[in-house]
Structure formats: structure tokens, C-alpha cells
């Protein structure tokens, strides 16, 4: 066993580095004498589930932020997807052009459109079709361009799931929408309209197998 004033001091530093925690346990904890390893270890799994939310980064079209909160929401949603140790990438409706590049995926980074644009919204909030997230190429480049190598591919671990795709442009080559090179994302809920290109004007794949779900 804990002692109780190891335990409490443990507890002391979670609710402080967790502030949006309500939990109020410190009290309980006085009602005994120690706690097991068993309970503290419940607190710590706790505490990590709560910090591994901060991986998370948001994106609203026209925000100035750092991308940490909703409130707080950045504009550039391919700045958000290339931060360090990024997890999710939660993109509210509206309409997000390519300005200087097309957007590209990254491994082991799910981004996920059809959030509303106001409030604070969660996952359970999410509708795709009402809260339309549209990437748009302005019909001066692809939108989506997953141009990796045989040796470092794009795996499934990138996602992408809640968009709309249009107005992309191949430019002569192939893939408007979406090119992929050695890249196999997850895609799921995609709507892929109104793009152009030489030749597979939705979507291009050179060895490459993308997982597709309602696109």
C-alpha cells in the first residue's frame, strides 16, 4: 500500500495539471488511511487519457490561433497536420484552399472534417454531410498530393475521413483530387467532385491501395 499522504500529493499534482477535471476525490482519499498501487495506477491511466488529448489540434477557415481549443482554432490546417507528435487534426465546416501547396497526409495522423463552426464541439457532434469541410485545389493545383517513396510509404495510419475534395487541378498529369505515390491513407466519408487532370481526375494511385469507405 500508499500511504495516504504519497497518494494525495499524487492526486494534488493530477487535478492541477488537469484543471478541466471534476472529479473530486481528494476528499475521499481523507476518509481512509492508504490507497492500493491498483487505485493510484487507475489515476495515472486517468491522468494520461486526459494529457493525450492535448495531441489533439483544431482547425475553423479564417482562424489565427495555435490550434490548441476550438477557441483558439488555427486557419492553416497543413501547419496543424505537420506539427510534432500531432495525433488528430479536427477540422470545423468551411472551405480551406491550397494556397501554396496541395494538402499532404502524414503517418499516424487522423484528421477528421464535419465538426460545426461554433461552440466547442466533440467527436459526437460530427456530421459530414451538414457540416460541410470542403479542400479546395482553386483550380490551380492538386488537392490532395501523397507523393512519398518505397522506402518511407504512406501507410494506413494516415486518415482522412469527413471532406469534400474539389476543384483540383492535375495541371497535364494525372490525379486532380488526389494523387498518391507509394502512399495507401485510410479515406472514409470522402466526397470527390468537380476535379481535373490528364487522366483519373478524382483520384490517382501509383502503387498504391488506399482503404476506401463511402467515398
Not at 100 to 120: E, H, M, Q, W
Request: aromatic share 10%; net charge negative.
Amino acid at each position: 500500500d500508499v500511504n495516504l499522504s504519497t497518494c494525495e500529493s499524487y492526486i494534488f499534482d493530477f487535478k492541477r495539471f488537469n484543471p478541466l477535471c471534476d472529479m473530486e476525490i481528494t476528499s475521499t482519499f481523507k476518509k481512509i488511511r492508504s490507497c492500493s498501487i491498483g487505485l493510484l495506477f487507475g489515476v495515472f491511466l486517468l491522468a494520461g487519457g486526459l494529457l493525450q488529448a492535448q495531441n489533439i489540434k483544431y482547425v475553423k477557415a479564417g482562424g489565427n490561433g495555435d490550434g490548441s481549443s476550438w477557441s483558439n482554432a488555427s486557419g492553416n490546417l497543413q501547419d496543424m497536420i505537420d506539427l510534432v507528435d500531432v495525433q488528430q487534426v479536427w477540422v470545423a465546416a468551411g472551405t480551406y484552399y491550397t494556397e501554396v501547396r496541395s494538402f499532404t497526409l502524414k503517418n499516424d495522423v487522423a484528421i477528421y472534417g464535419g465538426f460545426p463552426a461554433t461552440g466547442n464541439p466533440l467527436l459526437a457532434d460530427r456530421n459530414w454531410q451538414v457540416h460541410k469541410t470542403i479542400l479546395d485545389g482553386k483550380n490551380e493545383r492538386r488537392v490532395v498530393s501523397n507523393n512519398f517513396t518505397e522506402a518511407a510509404p504512406l501507410t494506413a495510419t494516415a486518415v482522412l475521413d469527413g471532406f469534400v475534395i474539389q476543384n483540383g487541378n492535375g495541371i497535364g498529369e494525372t490525379g486532380g483530387g488526389m494523387y498518391n505515390s507509394y502512399a495507401s491513407p485510410t479515406l472514409s466519408h470522402i466526397d470527390i467532385t468537380n476535379n481535373a487532370a490528364a487522366g483519373a481526375g478524382g483520384m490517382a494511385n501509383w502503387d498504391s491501395s488506399p482503404t476506401l469507405t463511402n467515398v
